[in-house]
């Protein structure tokens, strides 16, 4: 995996990114979500799941900034999980559980 770079240093950084463009190592988290999701501790992942459903709302596109490249397969398929998921009741459960 390449370097991890500075964030804040690059162009087009934005706080709210989970990825970060022109960083190598979010890049190829970015190509390979299997390691995306692994190194996320939990604060990163409520935030990844969050960030995933309001860059598909857009009523919220101005608070979520722009999607870098990087994190786009990432909240995709964080999306399509919540909505499979909502669609069976299961995050309902997993929301009267906590």
């Known amino acids: ?3 991890h770079n500075f964030h804040e240093s690059l ?6 990114q989970i990825l970060h463009d022109r960083c190598g190592e979010c890049e ?14 939990g604060d ?6 969050q960030r ?6 857009p009523s919220s596109r101005d608070e979520v900034g722009r999607v870098s490249d990087a994190e786009a397969p990432l909240l ?3 999306y399509n999980i919540r909505m499979r998921l ?6 309902k ?6």
Do not use: I, N
């Open 1 to 3: 995996m390449s370097a």
């Open 76 to 78: 995709d398929v964080l």
């Open 28 to 41: 190829a988290r970015g190509r390979d979500l299997h390691s995306a999701l692994a190194y996320m501790d």
């Open 11 to 16: 162009p087009g950084y934005d706080y709210r």
């Open 86 to 91: 909502g669609r069976t009741e299961v995050l």
């Open 52 to 57: 995933a459903y309001d860059a598909h709302r």
């Open 93 to 98: 459960a997993l929301r009267d559980a906590s």
């Open 44 to 49: 990163t992942f409520q935030r990844a799941w």
